[in-house]
């Protein structure tokens, strides 16, 4: 169960939006849905404000127009897209004016975040929205051993467990990762879903590679700070998604294949880690759906999110959107097909291409249980977020997640 207590303040990221929440009900932290067994994926195309930037670092405009449609309530939703870990514990820290991070409260959900899965964020403890910024940070790992612990000492310890285990590996075995720029001094590498230890190098997808010494060990735990919020973002009535995506880094999250997975340049010294956050068209139609795509991946390109029939594999189906990497597509929102028209209860298929080329395709049901949703109901708008690595690259036990797309609310009940 996700934790449904009220707290104090409100998020932000940086350079988007001022103004005042406007109804505080609307970011009561809300839990959405559980990661199911099969990948999808999809993506976003230059259209409202999108915000991105690398690990640690202060979100970059990432293009777009202004927001021209009337405010409403203010509706932060978070999407775990991380590709290096089954699932991730979110903190979150303040930070001031002069830049110092302070973590506060505890982690944001009584059970980690599995990939793919969304969060309704709530209002922040300790938080004040007009002078305050504010850092997630994502936890992995053996997430058993922080359950009890707030977010300080989580953070503190996810250090301390990487930093020993880096130093009992062999310095060129890809031993760990640089800092996350918090000001923190945070880094990090983890052991998903099983005890820590040494893995063995091999040729396959996303192995670790070959060591000169000792193999490098990997960490219980590792944690990264993603993109800072700046204060003053949830404040104008939108409906932002901030969706974390890269991957964490660390001893043996690497091999031949790891760029397909974690984006160009990725070392396991080199995360990619990162987020995007963009603002969601409200625009509805009585006996339509709204619909948009949020291409959060990283590792892919521009791509077509379509929904088509099981068959005949003549019929295209249609297309939701035509969207390029860290945008939202199309803007506003189309308003152009109903549940219906969309097939979710005669079996379509969600379908990602590129190019013309599929890529892979993925159940309607499972794209809504990530995002906590039963169904899409005509006069309501939504959102398909794209999480994972390039093209049709397929899931790798304990290294990497398979693509997978996210249905989240842009209106939340």
């Known amino acids: 169960m996700l934790r449904r207590e009220c707290w104090l303040g409100a998020l932000l990221i940086s350079g988007a939006f001022t103004a005042c929440v406007t109804n505080h009900d609307a970011l009561e932290k809300k839990p959405a849905g559980r990661a199911g067994s099969s990948g999808g994926g999809a993506v976003g195309i230059a259209g409202g404000p999108s915000l991105f930037g690398g690990?640690?670092?202060?979100?970059?405009?990432?293009?777009?127009?202004?927001?021209?449609?009337?405010p409403g309530a203010s509706v932060l939703t978070f999407v775990?897209?991380?590709?290096?870990?089954?699932r991730v514990a979110l903190c979150l820290a303040k930070v001031d004016t002069e830049g110092n991070v302070t973590p506060v409260g505890s982690p944001l959900t009584d059970e980690p975040l599995e990939y793919g899965q969304s969060l309704v964020l709530g209002e922040i403890e300790d938080v004040d929205v007009a002078k305050d910024g504010l850092q997630p940070f994502v936890i992995a790992g053996e997430l058993d051993s922080i359950a009890d612990l707030d977010c300080a000492t989580a953070i503190d310890l996810a250090r301390n467990e990487e930093a020993s285990a880096e130093s009992s590996g062999d310095e060129s075995g890809q031993g760990g990762a640089g800092g996350d720029g918090s000001g923190l001094g945070v880094a990090g590498a983890v052991a998903e879903g099983g005890s820590a230890g040494s893995v063995s190098s091999g040729g396959s997808a996303g192995?670790?590679?070959a060591v000169s010494g000792p193999p490098a060990v990997r960490s219980t735990l590792r944690v990264r700070g993603l993109p800072a919020i700046a204060a003053g973002t949830l404040n104008a009535g939108r409906s932002l998604v901030f969706v974390a995506n890269g991957c964490l880094g660390g001893a043996t999250y690497g091999g031949?294949?790891?760029?397909?997975?974690?984006?160009?340049?990725?070392?396991?010294?080199?995360?990619?880690?990162?987020?995007?956050?963009?603002?969601?068209?409200?625009?509805?139609?009585?006996?339509?759906?709204?619909?948009?795509?949020?291409?959060a991946s990283i590792a892919n390109g521009s791509v077509d999110v379509r929904s088509r029939p099981p068959t005949p594999p003549s019929d295209t189906g249609i297309v939701i959107a035509s969207v390029r990497a860290g945008q939202v597509a199309p803007r506003p929102a189309s308003v152009l097909n109903s549940v219906f028209d969309l097939g979710v209860a005669r079996k379509y298929k969600l379908e990602v291409l590129s190019q013309g080329?599929?890529?892979f395709e993925q159940s309607w049901s499972q794209a809504l249980s990530l995002g906590g949703l039963d169904e899409l109901e005509d006069g309501k708008g939504y959102?398909?977020?794209l999480s994972g690595p390039s093209g049709g690259s397929e899931a790798v036990p304990d290294l990497w997640n398979g693509p997978v797309l996210t249905a989240v609310a842009v209106s939340p009940e």
């Open 357 to 359: 080329t599929p890529l």
């Open 55 to 70: 690990s640690g670092g202060e979100a970059a405009n990432g293009g777009g127009h202004a927001d021209d449609e009337a």
């Open 256 to 295: 031949a294949t790891a760029e397909l997975y974690c984006g160009a340049g990725y070392t396991p010294r080199q995360p990619t880690v990162s987020a995007i956050l963009v603002s969601l068209s409200r625009l509805v139609a009585a006996d339509h759906v709204g619909m948009q795509v949020v291409q």
């Open 80 to 86: 775990n897209g991380v590709v290096d870990a089954p």
């Open 383 to 385: 959102a398909l977020v």
């Open 207 to 209: 192995s670790a590679g």
